[in-house]
C-alpha cells in the first residue's frame, strides 16, 4: 500500500491485521536494509495476536524521495496518522516499536502522540553518541551529521516505556540501552536479551517472546486502571 506525508513524498508500507487484535505495533526499522527484511519480526508480532503496520522511510525500498533525518519523522508521523484517520484507530490501540535507528523516530513521535505503549530495542541514545563509539579518538561530536538524541526524546514521554537490549550486541553497545531506560519516565521495564545487534530477538527466541506477553498484559492492566480511564 502507498500513503503519502505532509510533504508531499509518497510511502510503501505493509499492514498486516491479526484476528481479534487488541494493539496494532507501528513498526520504525533500522537504517539497513527495507521492510522486506523484516518477515520474522512481522511474524512474530502476528502469532502474539497484534496487527503490525511497518513501512520504509522516504528513499529506501519502494518509498520516494532521499533519506533525512527530519524525513524520517516526518513519515512516521504520516504512518501513524494512516492508522488514525484511515484505519479509524485511537490513539491508545496502537504500540510505537523501533529498532535500532528505528529507535529514535519512533520516540521523537512518541513525544508528542499518546500510544499504548513505546518500545526501543538495541536504540542508542545518540547519533554523536554512536560515532564516538566507534571513533572515540576523534571530536565526533563537532561534525555529526545528524542528531536523533533519543535519550532527549525518550525523557519527554509520558506512555509505558519498554527496552530491550542484548550485552553482545556488537554495532550498539549495552550501555546505550541502559542509559534510554534510566532516561525514561515510569512506568518502565528493562529486558536483556542476548545475540547480535540484528538477530538478538531470534536467539532469545522464548526469552523475548515471554518478554513481550509479560509487557502486553501489563499495558492491557494499565489501560484499565480508574486513574488512567479518567485521564483518557
Not at 497484534?50 to 520504509?56: A, T, V, Y
Not at 524521495?65 to 484507530?89: C, F, H, N
Not at 542476548?194 to 489501560?223: M, P, Q
Request: with cysteine; glycine share 10%; net charge negative.
Amino acid at each position: 500500500m502507498v500513503f503519502k506525508t505532509g510533504d508531499g513524498v509518497e510511502l510503501n508500507g505493509w499492514y498486516v491485521p491479526a484476528e481479534d487484535s487488541n494493539y496494532t505495533v507501528l513498526f520504525c526499522h533500522g537504517n539497513g536494509g527495507n521492510i522486506m527484511h523484516r518477515l520474522d519480526s512481522i511474524n512474530f508480532f502476528h502469532n502474539l495476536g497484534l496487527s503490525c503496520f511497518i513501512f520504509d522511510y522516504r528513499g529506501y525500498g519502494k518509498s520516494e524521495g532521499r533519506p533525512s533525518e527530519e524525513g524520517t519523522y516526518l513519515d512516521v508521523q504520516a504512518a501513524y496518522q494512516w492508522l488514525i484517520e484511515s484505519k479509524k484507530m485511537r490513539a491508545d490501540e496502537i504500540i510505537l516499536f523501533g529498532r535500532s535507528l528505528g529507535g529514535s523516530i519512533a520516540a521523537h513521535l512518541a513525544r508528542k502522540a499518546t500510544p499504548r505503549g513505546l518500545v526501543l530495542e538495541s536504540s542508542f541514545t545518540s547519533y554523536a553518541d554512536m560515532g564516538k563509539s566507534f571513533y572515540p579518538y576523534m571530536p565526533v561530536r563537532w561534525f555529526a551529521r545528524f542528531g536523533y538524541r533519543t535519550i532527549d526524546y525518550v525523557k519527554d514521554v509520558r506512555c509505558p516505556v519498554l527496552v530491550i537490549h542484548s550485552r553482545n550486541d556488537e554495532i550498539v553497545c549495552f550501555d546505550f540501552g541502559l542509559e534510554l531506560y534510566e532516561a525514561a519516565n515510569e512506568p518502565k521495564e528493562f529486558v536483556e536479551i542476548s545475540g547480535s545487534h540484528n538477530d538478538g530477538f531470534l536467539v532469545c527466541g522464548e526469552i523475548y517472546r515471554e518478554a513481550w506477553t509479560r509487557w502486553l498484559k501489563f499495558l492491557a492492566d494499565y489501560e484499565a486502571r480508574p486513574d488512567q480511564q479518567e485521564a483518557s
